[in-house]
Nanobody
Framework: QVQLVESGGGLVQAGESLRLSCAAS????????MGWFRQAPGKQRDLVAT???????NYADSVKGRFTISRDNARNMVYLQMNSLKPEDTAVYYC??????????????WGQGTQVTVSS
């Protein structure tokens, strides 16, 4: 059973920073891609950033230059450093792991989400 657990959300003022962490646990052999999505109230869930096991990274245009994704492949963890936060960054942030290979199968997984609120 694979689980993704996020931490690090909270309430900050505009211009401040937060760092999100996500830990994947279970009988994991490898994870092809890990990343972050976010969903604001009344809106769809959108990609924020992803990182492959090979080091390729992808960012939404709205966060380029402000957010940085990083992975620790050995620990099956992914991080999102969020700087210069804006009120429009307010959302529930979800960790996502794609191509999770375990000893029995391969699948994709979501975390439970962590709230990030940025006040103006």
């Amino acid at each position: 059973q694979v689980q993704l657990v996020e931490s690090g959300g909270g309430l900050v003022q505009a211009g401040e920073s937060l760092r999100l962490s996500c830990a994947a646990s279970g009988s994991i052999v490898s994870i092809a891609s890990m990343g972050w999505f976010r969903q604001a109230p009344g809106k769809q869930r959108d990609l924020v950033a992803t990182a492959t096991s090979g080091g390729s990274k992808n960012y939404a245009d709205s966060v380029k230059g402000r957010f940085t994704i990083s992975r620790d492949n050995a620990r099956n963890m992914v991080y999102l450093q969020m700087n210069s936060l804006k009120p429009e960054d307010t959302a529930v942030y979800y960790c996502y792991a794609a191509g999770v290979l375990t000893t029995t199968h391969s699948d994709n997984y979501w975390g439970q989400g962590t709230q990030v609120t940025v006040s103006s």
